[in-house]
Nanobody, 123 residues
Framework: QVQLVESGGGLVQAGGSLRLSCAAS????????MGWFRQAPGKEREFVAA????????TYAESVKDRFTISRDGARNSVYLQMNSLEPEDTAVHYC????????????????WGQGTQVTVAS
């Protein structure tokens, strides 16, 4: 079993900040990539940010590139998403995911998913 648990979501005003955390537990596997996705009501799940576990290289959606930062902590087996300058358009359930394949940002390529944490940005 592999478990991903997100935390850190909440309600903030536009322009505010939140840091999401994703704690991974369970069996060890060949993990290539960790990512954050988000899904608003009635919308498809969309890519937000990803980090290559081995190298730490990062990839961001254009909409968040200058505002969000993804990072990982090997000792805690966790990945984080620092979100600054939040906008109402960022409102969504945010999911942490892990992929065994070196394919970035495609939801179907990810093998494990957390339960999600709600981010609501008020204007």
């Amino acid at each position: 079993q592999v478990q991903l648990v997100e935390s850190g979501g909440g309600l903030v005003q536009a322009g505010g900040s939140l840091r999401l955390s994703c704690a991974a537990s369970g069996r060890t596997f060949n993990r290539y990539d960790m990512g954050w996705f988000r899904q608003a009501p009635g919308k498809e799940r969309e890519f937000v940010a990803a980090i290559r576990w081995s190298s730490g290289s990062t990839t961001y959606a254009e909409s968040v590139k200058d505002r969000f930062t993804i990072s990982r902590d090997g000792a805690r087996n966790s990945v984080y998403l620092q979100m600054n300058s939040l906008e109402p358009e960022d409102t969504a359930v945010h999911y942490c995911a892990a992929s065994r394949r070196p394919i970035v940002g495609v939801p179907t390529a990810y093998d494990y998913w957390g339960q999600g944490t709600q981010v609501t940005v008020a204007s």
